[in-house]
């Protein structure tokens, strides 16, 4: 079955460490993105991808790296920079060639809930 | 700069009766809008997409409804069931290549 798995699903981090979340998809699309949730709050873009080997910060890039070497592949670091990094991280990709006939949205995996301890 | 509002954050309604959850966008000039579903700590499924040349769009018990002009969209669902209970939310795109921007969503609780 083709689709966006995410691991793990819960992360515990120490205080100056760096954790690295996996986003893995099969569904062959070419954008990939990452998201920070946060309660009553809408979903907000760290990072995302539209192509292997380039990626573009969100709103939030902030103390958050990315690398894209393969397409499938869209790994989210969680550097010691980010002084509040406590929240669920969602991934998503998306058909680029759907954008265009107008039929492409967003796919979601599962999510990573990522706690400082 | 594009605000989407979801109002209102949390409605309870018993089980059988029809509703509405209110999307509005403050910036009309949008490519797409689309609603999706997130139950509790899990990622988000995607109902409905309705492209800016459409007015509504339809899956099953769920409607979904574009007003450009008004800046308003609407979710109906039909004869709610508890399975319906999650958090909606909407985002809409501003063009192909943009990010989505999204509503803090509304926490959905039909009472059996």
């Known amino acids: 079955d083709g689709g966006i798995t995410q691991s793990p699903k819960y992360l515990f981090r120490k205080e100056g460490q760096n954790v690295t979340l996996s986003c893995e998809q099969n569904?062959?699309?070419?954008?990939m993105y990452w998201y920070r949730q946060d309660p009553g709050q809408g979903l907000r873009l760290i990072y995302y991808?539209?192509?292997?080997?380039?990626?573009q910060k969100g709103d939030i890039a902030e103390g958050y790296s990315v690398s894209r070497e393969k397409k499938e592949s869209f790994p989210l670091t969680v550097t010691s920079a980010q002084k509040n990094p406590t929240a669920f991280y969602l991934c998503?990709?998306?058909?680029?060639?759907?954008?265009?006939?107008?039929?492409?949205?967003?796919?979601f995996g599962p999510g990573t809930r990522l706690t400082v301890l | 700069k594009q605000e989407v509002t979801q109002i209102p954050a949390a409605l309870s309604v018993p089980e059988g009766e029809n509703l509405v959850l209110n999307c509005s966008f403050t910036?009309?000039?949008?490519?797409?809008l689309q609603w999706f579903r997130q139950d509790p700590g899990k990622g988000l499924t995607s109902l409905l997409l309705?492209?800016?040349s459409q007015r509504e769009q339809t899956s099953g018990r769920l409607n979904a409804s574009l007003d450009k002009s008004s800046g308003r969209s609407t979710l109906y669902i039909a004869a709610s069931q508890p399975g319906d209970s999650a958090t909606y939310l909407c985002?809409?795109?501003?063009?192909?290549?943009?990010?989505?921007?999204w509503g803090a969503g509304t926490k959905l609780i039909i009472k059996p």
């Open positions: 309705i492209q800016s």
């Open positions: 985002a809409v795109q501003m063009d192909s290549n943009y990010q989505l921007i």
């Open positions: 569904l062959n699309h070419d954008a």
């Open positions: 991808s539209q192509i292997v080997n380039d990626f």
């Open positions: 910036d009309s000039a949008i490519y797409n």
């Open positions: 998503a990709s998306k058909d680029l060639r759907g954008a265009i006939v107008g039929t492409g949205g967003q796919f």
